[in-house]
């Protein structure tokens, strides 16, 4: 408490002259019982000087106190001032912080969503080639039968052909007529749809023929199966007939 007393100057010269004050009161009034006129006394001069001097302190004193108060009364407005601009900008940014969590969200959410469209592709995608791995097998598969069936076809067709040159060399009595039964047989099994080996066995079935009148319309409907631009089946069996007869 001293120690700050005396580190104020202004508080310390207002201590001295109270002393002061004090000493020279006391000094004249034990000389003013012993003097005639004790105003005039120089203690009492001393003392009234260090009062004026005193009283100026204090109105010095008070006057500084009323400018401090002033002062802090504006630093205390300024700095609540300050506080409430503080206040506001982290309201602020506490906002745009909050925003920023919500947008954050977000894109979290349209991450997870992403990589679930992403995973879901994929999934696709390994199903897809599953399916196209499958398709391929398959294809294979066909393509393996097709090439086993076009060689047997092959065979068949060199069959038939060998077949049709052996029966232009030995045509019998009445072949004429059974060549015009067995094109009508021929037409009937086209006109319902047959292929070529079906109606082999249906004109096999319904006409009791030797072997080469059979290999004949199997041949011609081999043969139209295989190009459908070429002649009916019914006239290369009537060419068959004609150059079997000649």
């Known amino acids: 408490m001293f120690k700050a007393l005396f580190n104020n100057t202004q508080l310390t010269l207002i201590l001295v002259l109270n002393l002061l004050i004090g000493t020279c009161l006391v000094g004249a009034y034990y000389t003013a019982h ?50 409430e601009e503080i206040k506001k900008e982290h309201q602020k ?83 004429g007529e059974d060549l015009k039964k067995i094109r009508f047989c021929v037409l009937d099994a086209a006109l319902e749809g047959f292929d070529a080996l079906e109606a082999f066995v249906w004109t096999d079935h319904n006409l009791h023929q030797p072997k080469y009148y059979r290999d004949f319309v199997h041949s011609a409907l081999g043969e139209r199966k295989l190009n459908p631009r070429a002649p009916w089946a019914s006239e290369m069996i009537l060419l068959a007939h004609n150059k079997s007869l000649s």
């Open 34 to 83: 012993s003097s005639d006129s004790p105003l005039t006394h120089p203690l009492v001069w001393i003392a009234g000087t260090a009062t004026l001097a005193h009283i100026s302190m204090i109105f010095i004193a008070i006057r500084k106190e009323i400018k401090r108060k002033s002062e802090t009364t504006i630093w205390k407005q300024d700095i609540e001032r300050e506080q």
């Open 93 to 175: 940014v506490t906002a745009e912080l909050s925003e920023y969590k919500a947008e954050v969200l977000r894109l979290k959410d349209e991450l997870k969503k992403k990589e679930q469209e992403l995973s879901g592709a994929k999934n696709f995608e390994a199903t897809l080639r599953e399916s196209l791995k499958t398709a391929n097998d398959e294809l294979a598969l066909v393509r393996q039968q097709n090439n086993r069936r076009s060689q047997a076809v092959q065979s068949m067709l060199r069959k038939i052909s060998e077949a049709t040159k052996l029966s232009y060399e030995a045509p019998t009595e009445h072949a």
